[in-house]
């Protein structure tokens, strides 16, 4: 999409930070709500994360009108917010590629432009980098700033604080904006959440403000302010560049600011949806609704998720079983240490998390859960490939990170009902840590059934061929099924990561030539690495081809166009068969 000079006069002028500081005062107000249209107009053409970046646009124009960016380096948090920061540093008539394949990353990155100083997705890093880059802007010595926009959200995580108490030790020349809108993805929840609103209630029944969690970490504390008044935040920021100690400004925003409907609804408008027609539950569906009906018979059930309540399928849970759900906010660490002491008090805690959320909380699920043999389900939401969120969302390492670990049950689904089964057959399981890792988005439409316990490692034979067995794993079934009719080549649902089905495995090599591995993820340490270590154990010198993802991080696009390019649809499941079996 272009600008329409008729349209947005002063934001076509300030299509980058140069011309924007040329501006007068008087007509930044006008940039704003040009810069909101602007955003309101593109919204529906390209779905996107657009009430973040509405709640923010007179920030982000005060921020680039008062310090020399990018010479001085600001930070956003996670990123959502940064649609008006592409489009104000030169990006502007690219913003309706955002999200898409080869278009503006979802993101702040730091190959994009020059003017994204941290690559970013993930929650609470902004000020441990930033920390990091004032000390270094100190030892330099030009007089370089540092700014850190983080929500109150995010300001919940662990690492934020981690980086806030360093901070305070030190000293550093460091802002830190908090753009208090009381929203993440759902409504945050917390103490935290409480002492702000506490500090709003102060402001607003035009108080001094006297006492703050923040001063007691060693920042000056500042506010809290409108963030929506262009004109008192230049002063304000203007004051403050001209300072060298820790500060934190605290800025009152709305999220959705300037469209009612996402103003009344943050949540529902947190991200544009893209339209579908298709008529079957999503995976995160299915959990949501396993959860409500285990819950009406089991009371020890604990669910458990860190602000996402809505994305992964909780929010019929959450009202049903109040009691029993637990929304953590983004701390994903403290979600699965937190899940440790309700196993060990006799509970049986439910764990729903993405995927590549869950990598945040590594170290936890060896140490306080694995090793300790607690028996926790985790409901593993987005595995294998996301799409428009881009390379820090990408749900494709988890079978490699996760397999490694003693005494974990790993189970990938290849449609809904076998999720609700692998759900059921987790939670029954006594011995340790489970996993049920399934896809984004709509199964393939097949009926529920009645909740039974799999068998442990056993897997199912879809096809009988000649040749060729393809060991699948996981949801790209019904793609690598449509490609075993066409090689008449017989084809295994694995369905168990871990344990494998041995048995099957070496009763195939021993009636096949040759021998595919399919998942929707890295093959590097994945469960096709699983079947080549058992086989080579056996000493079954048979040729193996793993399929899955590439050594390389995977950019934005469609599910759709992702397995296109990666050879993960039919046709590419078809094509590296063949290519592989015309080298012998």
Known sequence: MNFDMKKYPILSFAGSVQRLRLLSIEKLPQLCIELRKYLLDIAFMTPGHFASGLGVIEITVALHYVYDTPFDNLLWDVGHQSYPHKILTGRGKKISSIR??????????????????????????????????????????????????????????????????????????????????????????????????????????????????????????????????????????????????????????????????????????????????????????????????????????????????????????????????????????????????????????????????????????????????????????????????????????????????????????SNENECRQMLYTGYMYKKGPSVVRYPKGNGIGVPLQAMSIIPLGKSIVKRIGKKIAILNFGALLHNTYLAAEKLNATLVDMRFVKPLDTDMIANISLKYKFLVTIEEGVIAGGAGSAVNEFIMTKKKFLPVLNIGLPDIFIEQGSQEEIHYDYQLDEKGIYNQIISWLSLE
């Not at 929650?123 to 100190?138: E, K, N």
Request: hydrophobic share 40%; net charge positive.
């Open 100 to 413: 898409k394949k080869n278009g503006l990353h979802p993101f702040p990155f730091r190959e994009e432009s020059e003017y994204d100083i941290l690559s970013v997705g993930h929650s609470s890093t902004s000020i441990s980098a930033g920390l990091g880059l004032s000390i270094a802007a100190q030892k330099e010595g030009k007089n370089r700033k540092t700014v850190c926009v983080i929500g109150d959200g995010a300001m919940t995580a662990g690492m934020a604080f981690e980086a806030m108490n360093h901070a305070g030790s030190v000293q550093s020349d460091l802002l830190i904006i908090l753009n208090d809108n009381q929203m993440s993805i759902s409504r945050n929840i917390g103490a935290l959440n409480k002492h702000l609103q506490s500090l709003r209630d102060i402001k607003k029944n035009n108080l001094i403000v006297s006492h703050s969690i923040f001063e007691n970490l060693s920042f000056k504390y500042l506010g809290p302010y409108d963030g929506h008044d262009i004109f008192k935040l230049i002063k304000i920021l203007k004051k403050i560049k001209n300072k060298k100690e820790s500060c934190l400004l605290h800025l009152i925003t709305k999220k959705g600011k300037g469209y009612l409907p996402s103003e009344l609804n943050p949540i529902k408008w947190h991200t544009v949806p893209q339209f579908s027609s298709s008529k079957s539950l999503t995976y995160s569906d299915v959990f949501g609704s396993w959860l409500c009906e285990v819950a009406e018979f089991d009371k020890k059930i604990m669910a458990i998720t860190p602000a996402m309540c809505e994305g992964s399928g909780m929010l019929r849970f959450s009202r049903l079983f109040p009691d029993q759900y637990f929304d953590v906010a983004i701390a994903e660490q403290h979600a699965v240490t937190f899940a440790a002491g309700l196993a060990i008090a006799g509970y049986k805690p439910i764990v729903s998390i993405y995927s590549t959320f869950l990598q945040r909380a590594y170290d936890q699920i060896i140490h306080d859960v694995a090793l300790q043999k607690l028996s926790i389900l985790f409901a593993v939401d987005r595995g294998g490939v996301v799409g428009h969120d881009g390379p820090t969302h990408q749900g494709i390492f988890d079978l490699s990170y996760l397999r490694c670990i003693p005494g974990i049950i790993i189970m990938t689904p």
